[in-house]
């Protein structure tokens, strides 16, 4: 059986830095992973118009001085093409491929008390055992299909956005459904648009949305751009968000209507979230979000002709950014096409897909294609999906069944020698993500080489500090509006799943500090043992 120091599940953005770095720490690392390629996400999410809603100068690694000059983003925010490309870059110059093992899916991984090792299980029935295991599955990486009656009856082609084929689908000259409103779905629509003979868009729940500006990046501005890695880094660390613009300084209750509406507009302008830090009480306080859905309701007014279609696309029962706000380019603007239709399914109540298309409001839709932009088992499926036993046998589905329970989104009580990276109950999906994965491979990297320097074999979170972190998640998760939405973040959107606020919500910096204090106090919270 092969023996490994680690098993990382995930060759995604966590599972190629985890490998360059536990390789620099002198040990043996296997990746696994089921997709046909590395990129993770960026390798499944291939639908029109993909592309990330962080700035390519921030979503992208921060630990080899040498790529951040030598890479080139071509646009102010990357397409899916360009980030997978990239991610293809890292593996060749790093002479990663070696080490990873591609189209193999983990089914079971079970700890030994006896050898203090796991034992690893794949579809194919090969087993490994490993001293540990860092689950780097992603926290957007199983899709929710939802259950649509009539959906297996459909005669034309039905896709996830997420399982978007690989030789693309040619949507000209054809008409296509599409279920959800949430960020692939506004990034889907207007490229769809532009060739589809009809796109009919199925909204249950109006988003809110800003423009990105994206925008080609040009050769002189890029080369002013990449002299600025190092203080964008260095601000991205200490940030709520983790994000290279400072944070906000005053509530929107001391400023004047003019000054507010000016801040709201120069940030607007910038494009992105930056919107969002523009004052402290945005996220406490339901009467500041509001002034900020005002104005961002108000744009949305502004970008749709017809008045009547502008307010069915305008949110109205969640606080704006409690569920992820989006980042587009010509979202609304793709409504006042002629090919494009708003099918507002709280108006029009949905009825069936039928062999034809979909029926809703009384009316059938006949369609070719139907795009389910329809999101994702958040933060846990992933980790779900795989049979993970601790001490005593005991199943990761068993000890999360009433929710997540995490040390830090980094460890699980009863579970040693196991990390997850951006796990629930870490900054994860409100942060820039890979600075967030890049905390998080330090952390588990330093803690494997204090371990081995001192000759210890396990590392466990203790019950005691997980109901800490716990308790301090909750506490400052339900000072801001964010329970208040249906969310993702909540669970809200799997039925059944139990409704928590799955990251943390403490900001970027603080959780930094926070992980950097339980280091210096010898990693405080977990059991070290020999
Ligand atoms: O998924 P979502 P997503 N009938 O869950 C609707 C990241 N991401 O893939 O709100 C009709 O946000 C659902 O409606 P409702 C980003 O973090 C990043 O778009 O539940 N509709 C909602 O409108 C993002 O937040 C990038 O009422 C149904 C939509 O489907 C996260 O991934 C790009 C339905 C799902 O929206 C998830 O985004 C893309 C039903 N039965 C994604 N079931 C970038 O970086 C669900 N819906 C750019």
């Not at 880094?233 to 906000?248: F, K, L, S, Y």
Request: aromatic share 10%.
């Amino acid at each position: 059986m092969p023996v490994t120091d680690v098993v990382v599940v995930g060759a995604g953005f966590a599972g190629l830095h985890l490998l360059r770095r536990l390789r620099e720490s002198g040990l043996t690392v296997r990746v696994l992973d089921e997709a046909g390629g590395v990129g993770g996400t960026w390798y499944w999410n291939r639908y029109p118009g993909a592309r990330c809603d962080v700035e390519s100068l921030s979503y992208s690694y921060s630990w080899s001085k040498e790529l951040e000059q030598d890479w080139n983003w071509t646009e102010r925010y990357a397409a899916q093409p360009e980030i997978l490309a990239y991610l293809e870059h890292v593996a060749d110059r790093f002479d990663l491929w070696r080490d990873i093992e591609l189209g193999v899916r983990v089914e079971s991984a079970s700890f030994d008390e006896t050898t203090a090792r796991w034992l690893v299980r794949t579809d194919r029935g090969d087993d490994l055992t490993a001293s540990f295991l860092v689950m780097a599955t992603g926290c957007l990486s199983v899709p929710r299909i939802p259950d649509l009656p009539g959906l297996d009856e459909f005669a034309g082609e039905a896709h996830h956005t997420a399982r978007w084929p690989h030789e693309g689908v040619d949507v000209s000259g054809r008409r296509v459904g599409v279920f959800g409103t949430g960020s692939s779905a506004i990034q889907a629509i207007p490229t769809l648009a532009e060739s589809a003979a009809q796109v009919v868009v199925f909204q249950r729940t109006a988003a809110f949305s800003v423009p990105g500006w994206n925008r080609p990046l040009d050769p002189a501005e890029l080369a002013l751009l990449k002299k600025s890695y190092p203080e964008r880094r260095a601000m991205a660390r200490v940030t709520e968000g983790g994000n290279p613009w400072p944070g906000a300084t005053r509530s929107v209750f001391t400023v004047s209507a003019a000054e507010r509406e000016r801040e709201f507009e120069d940030r607007y302008r910038i494009g992105g979230f930056i919107l969002h830090s523009a004052f402290t009480d945005l996220f406490t306080d339901a009467d500041a979000n509001e002034l900020l859905s005002d104005f961002v309701r108000d744009k949305i007014r502004g970008r749709v002709e017809d008045p009547n279609l502008a307010e069915r696309l305008c949110p109205r029962d969640y606080p704006l950014a409690t569920k992820r706000m989006c980042i587009d380019t010509g979202y609304f603007e793709a409504f006042n096409r002629p090919n494009v239709r708003l099918v507002d399914l709280r108006g029009a109540a949905f009825e069936r897909v039928t062999t034809a298309g979909v029926r809703a409001g009384g009316e059938e839709f006949v369609l070719d294609v139907l795009v389910l932009a329809t999101g994702f088992d958040a933060m846990t499926g992933a980790l779900l999906g795989v049979d993970i036993r601790g001490r005593g046998g005991r199943s990761l589905r068993d000890a999360w069944a009433g929710g997540a329970t995490t040390y830090l989104g980094l460890a699980v009580a009863g579970f040693p020698n196991l990390f997850t990276v951006t796990g629930p109950l870490s900054p994860s999906v409100l942060s820039n993500v890979v600075g967030s994965i890049e905390h998080h491979v330090a952390f588990i990297a330093a803690a494997i080489d204090h371990m081995r320097e001192r000759g210890l074999t396990t590392i466990e979170a203790t019950a005691a500090a997980q109901e800490r972190w716990i308790a301090h998640a909750r506490e400052v998760g339900e000072g801001t509006l964010y329970p208040r939405a249906d969310s993702w973040y909540m669970g809200a959107n799997v039925p059944g799943k139990p409704r928590m606020l799955l990251p943390y919500v403490g900001g970027v910096g603080t959780y930094r500090k926070e992980c950097d204090r339980v280091v210096a106090a010898g990693y405080e919270g977990f059991k070290l043992s020999a």
